[in-house]
């Protein structure tokens, strides 16, 4: 690879495979994977259930190790930090949203959209909160705790506070899989105008094709084997 490629790749797995342990022997999740993916693009993943595309996106966020080959994300190597250091790379580059959202019940909006923020140190957090909730539509929703919001806005939340560090690299593991088709959409065109603005890289696992198409590049994983890459409608 050369300097340049180098300097422009937000992710690098060089023959990254991922194996566990079971009562019936060694499971290989993922094997000799190799990906490249550029700052500023859109990729998706696609594949079976048990294909390991999560597994794929814990290794990129530093939240599982890769049993073997080289993981390079926003210019760091991650196979020789440990907990401390990846917590604190996840935490100046990464922002993380799930299927199911992963707020604390116990915060309010405004609250749960600080924490990044203030693990960042950022004097600021509350203020730049109440901004990053209005930007999602949530400006009135400040003091609601998770319980008192519908399915769309707490992944509204959620995107808020992915973003509110202002990330480098946004991983997204199948964000509208508990929403209706018309509220799931409405967040993914939200997570896509945000990306675009922030000029994030996103890494996007999804089941729907309509969806993935609207990357710059869909990836197809099966049985922890990459096994095609094509360009998107968002190429």
């Not at 020789?80 to 949203?97: H, K, Q, S, T, Y």
Request: proline share 3%; with cysteine.
């Amino acid at each position: 690879m050369n300097t340049s490629q180098t300097a422009e790749a937000m992710i690098v797995l060089d023959d990254v495979a991922l194996t566990l342990n079971s009562r019936a022997g060694a499971v290989n999740i993922l094997r000799a994977v190799n990906l490249r993916v550029n700052a500023g693009e859109s990729v998706s993943v696609m594949g079976p259930s048990g294909a390991g595309k999560t597994s794929l996106l814990m290794i990129v966020a530093g939240l599982e190790q890769a049993t073997a080959g080289r993981v390079r994300v926003a210019g760091a190597e991650l196979g020789g930090m440990d907990e401390d250091a990846l917590a604190l790379f996840r935490c100046d580059n990464v922002g993380i949203v799930f299927q199911n959202f992963h707020l604390i019940a116990t915060m309010t909006a405004l609250e749960n959209v600080a924490v990044p923020l203030e693990l960042a140190g950022r004097n600021d957090a509350f203020g730049r909160a109440e901004q990053d909730l209005a930007a999602v539509g949530l400006g009135h929703r400040l003091a609601h705790y998770p319980g008192q919001l519908s399915g769309g806005e707490q992944q509204r939340v959620a995107l808020a506070r992915a973003f509110a560090p202002q990330p480098r690299l946004l991983l997204a593991d199948e964000p509208t899989g508990s929403l209706d088709a018309d509220t799931g959409w409405q967040i993914i065109e939200l997570m896509f105008r945000l990306a675009a603005q922030a000029g994030t890289t996103l890494l996007l696992i999804t089941h729907e094709a309509a969806l993935a198409d609207r990357c710059s590049r869909r990836i197809q994983i099966e049985d922890g084997t990459i096994l095609a890459s094509c360009a998107g409608a968002g190429a």
